[in-house]
């Protein structure tokens, strides 16, 4: 079955970087589009980026901070994180585009 395991969150400052990871089991990794989510304390969970396999798309607040990357040959998703804001806080997840099987998520906590 699909499994998600989202990692690399913790605790940065404003204008810090973080870089999320996501491996992926259970399908076709290679040919899926894969997004990244988040939640923020009090709101409901927004869309942040898909990529597939060679193209991405972000949220329009997000472009120019957020990148994110995959390696096929590891069934891996990366988020690189900069310039990092405390509007960022939230916990992040990794999706199937189509999917409807969520990982436990990754804690960022952008500090003022």
């Known amino acids: 079955q699909v499994q998600l395991v989202e990692s690399g969150g913790g605790l940065v400052q404003t204008g810090g970087s973080l870089r999320l990871s996501c491996a992926a089991s259970g399908f076709n990794f290679r040919t899926t589009v894969m997004s990244w989510y988040r939640r923020a304390p009090g709101k409901e969970r927004e869309w942040v980026a898909d990529?597939?396999?060679?193209?991405?798309g972000y949220a329009d607040s997000l472009k120019g901070r957020f990148t994110a990357s995959r390696d096929d040959t590891k069934n891996m998703l990366y988020l690189q994180m900069t310039n990092l804001k405390p509007e960022d806080t939230a916990v992040y997840y990794c999706?199937?585009?189509?999917?409807?099987?969520w990982g436990q998520g990754t804690q960022v906590t952008v500090s003022s």
């Open positions: 999706r199937q585009r189509y999917g409807t099987v």
């Open positions: 990529i597939g396999s060679d193209s991405a």
